[in-house]
Every structure is written in structure tokens, then in C-alpha cells.
């Protein structure tokens, strides 16, 4: 799973120079505990060109009770047939700048977080999808490298990529399915993290004290 991600100026100044407008979306500001239900940029697709736009993290759909809960990610497996999401993985296709993303290992009845880059240190482009200002993440099995940490991880997709995944005529199924998963490298950070209330650089720090 994707449950948060960090996302700071430097890739937020990428995200801009790939689309032809930006509506309202503060580039000087770093996210460093991007979590469900908050507000975030997102790199969507119009028949004008790409555009950069904040949304909320987490899909919520129109026939959903009050009590339901935002589904933040989305399995690849199985996308195309799950009524929330069947038709905006045709459609509605998103993009989602990230600096890094976190992912919990369960280590002697603990859950422990680390914290994901591209060993190449480039900036990650996360495949989503998008539906009235929200948008999910969509996941894949993890790679033997990283199924250590956790069984799942984010789809991502290289910066020269994204127009082939915006084309609505590519299947986009088949499409992500196809991409190799860059390498990552992680180190453990701490438990801070799990409190999304929390948003300052030393999140994403290696953790000094294993016993924090």
C-alpha cells in the first residue's frame, strides 16, 4: 500500500515544468507527511494539455455513506473490474509528484516506518487516478527487494512516461503493467511520522536511535 508520501519543492518545480497550467498550487511548499484526507498536488489531463491541481488524497464516492472510509489506494490487479474505480482508470488518469513515499514493516509485533527513494535520487512520479477534486493511488505486488518492508508498493512511472499514460487510446492496465519498477533504496525513520499532524524535514531522516 501508499498511505503517505512526501513531496518537496524541488519535484513540485518538475511537476510545473510538465504541464501547461498551474491552478493555485503553491510551489514553495514542501509536504513532508502527505496523508489521507489532506490536500496535494496532482498532475491531471485535459484535452488542452496537463495541468497541476491540488486534490484531496483519498477517493470518496458520490453513492458512499458518511461513515465510509477514503480508499487511498487501488490494487492494479483487479483495477478495471472494481466499481470505484472501473471507469476513471479509463478515463480519469492522474499523476502524483513525490519526493519519497512510507511504508510500515511489522518487525517483532511492531510496525516500523520506513521511508522509499529512487536509488538514482529522480524525482518519483506515482500513477493514480483522479474523481471530483480526489485522487488515489494505485499499487502494485513489491518487488523482492522491497517485499521485506511491506508486500505492496506504489506504481511508478518514469517523467517520459506520462503523456503515454494520459493516452486515453493506451490501455492503461496493460499500460502500467508493462513498466519495470525503478530501484529503490529505504532506510527506517521515525515513529513521528505515524502522527500526520507532523510536517518538518526531520521525518525523512535516518533514524540515530533504533530503540526511538
Known amino acids: 500500500m501508499c498511505g503517505r508520501y ?83 482508470i479509463v478515463n480519469s488518469r492522474a499523476i502524483i509528484p513525490s519526493s519519497g513515499f512510507f511504508e510500515w514493516a511489522k518487525e517483532n509485533e511492531k510496525k516500523v516506518p520506513y521511508y522509499f527513494t529512487r536509488t538514482d535520487d529522480q524525482d518519483i512520479f506515482l500513477a493514480g487516478i483522479h474523481d471530483n477534486g480526489q485522487f488515489t493511488i494505485i499499487t502494485r505486488e513489491a518487488t523482492s527487494e522491497n517485499s521485506g518492508i511491506h508486500n505492496r508498493q506504489p506504481v511508478i512511472i518514469k517523467k517520459t512516461q506520462i503523456n503515454n499514460y494520459f493516452n486515453l487510446n493506451n490501455n492503461a492496465v496493460e499500460f502500467l503493467n508493462n513498466i519495470k519498477p525503478p530501484e529503490l533504496k529505504f532506510h527506517e525513520i521515525s515513529k513521528d511520522i505515524n502522527n500526520p499532524a507532523n510536517n518538518d524535514p526531520s521525518l525523512i531522516n535516518p533514524i540515530t536511535n533504533p530503540n526511538e
Open 6 to 88: 512526501s513531496v518537496q519543492k524541488k519535484t513540485l518545480l518538475v511537476a510545473n515544468n510538465l504541464v501547461k497550467k498551474n491552478i493555485n498550487v503553491d510551489l514553495e511548499q514542501d509536504n513532508f507527511n502527505c496523508s489521507p484526507g489532506g490536500k496535494y498536488p496532482v498532475i491531471k489531463s485535459a484535452t488542452n494539455g496537463k495541468y497541476l491541481e491540488m486534490s484531496v488524497f483519498g477517493i470518496k464516492p458520490s453513492w458512499a455513506k458518511p461513515d465510509f472510509r477514503r480508499l487511498h489506494n487501488a490494487r492494479l490487479e483487479g483495477i478495471e473490474t472494481k466499481v470505484s474505480f472501473k471507469k476513471l
